[in-house]
């Protein structure tokens, strides 16, 4: 019994090894000391990454068990308050459909937020209904300055959803003016291989790539999707 745990647990301690390598988490310098550390620490390293809810500090199972008991009141039932906490609580879970019906009911009653304006429209651009959450991302972003960049990264979505891909490249570009986006950076690469402007891609992508040591652990996801871009167009 005993040599079969040590199998488990070496053979755990290999696939983490080898995500580690497949996630480049080397640049997170902590995890090189832990997963080569012992199959104790390759533990650790797949309860942070396979369960992010240890980790995470939106906290889904607790998340969860919100959802359920707002579920089990009503929408119909719910004070604005809540009926936006389970708007974002679906958006969190990418349930479009559900979130924006719980923002749209919400907004009545709540006024201009922002936040949750922009959450509706980027539910619309998802449900791909992008011709419909254009003017409300045109209104968040002239009248929100800190919603500004994420309006204009969900407004370029929704041009490349309408083919209108001179319109997204030019609110990509924008996007990234406004702010140090890898987001935007890399959608602007996206754009413009989709317009068959496969050097300028490269380039951007390329540039994007090469900015992997200063990006934060959020940010990791748009260098991976980055590579995987230029690996397409090789």
């Not at 580690?20 to 390293?45: K, M, N």
């Not at 990418?94 to 919400?106: I, S, T």
Request: net charge positive; with cysteine.
């Amino acid at each position: 019994m005993m040599y079969i745990l040590q199998l488990v647990a070496y053979g755990l301690w290999l696939w983490m090894v080898v995500d580690f390598v497949q996630r480049r988490a080397w640049e997170d310098s902590l995890w090189t000391v832990v997963v080569f550390l012992s199959p104790l620490g390759a533990l650790a390293y797949f309860i942070f990454y396979y369960f992010p809810q240890v980790n995470s500090e939106s906290k889904p199972l607790a998340r969860r068990k919100e959802m359920q008991q707002l579920e089990a009141v009503g929408e119909a039932e719910l004070p604005a308050g809540q009926l936006r906490n389970l708007g974002d609580i679906y958006f969190g879970m990418d349930r479009w459909e559900d979130a924006l019906r719980c923002y749209q009911r919400a907004i009545v009653f709540c006024g201009d937020q922002y936040v949750m304006r922009l959450n509706m429209a980027i539910c619309l651009v998802n449900l791909g209904r992008g011709a419909e959450a254009i003017p409300e991302l045109d209104r968040v972003a002239e009248q929100s300055p800190q919603y500004r960049v994420p309006a204009l990264l969900a407004k370029g979505r929704a041009f490349m959803e309408l083919n209108r891909m001179d319109e997204a490249l030019g609110t990509f570009e924008a996007a990234s003016r406004g702010a140090s986006s890898y987001e935007a950076s890399y959608h602007h690469g996206l754009c413009l291989s989709k317009m068959g402007r496969n050097a300028e891609a490269k380039k951007a992508l390329c540039w994007l790539v090469d900015k992997r040591a200063l990006a934060s652990k959020r940010d990791r996801p748009w260098i991976r999707e980055a590579e995987r871009l230029l690996k397409k167009m090789r």
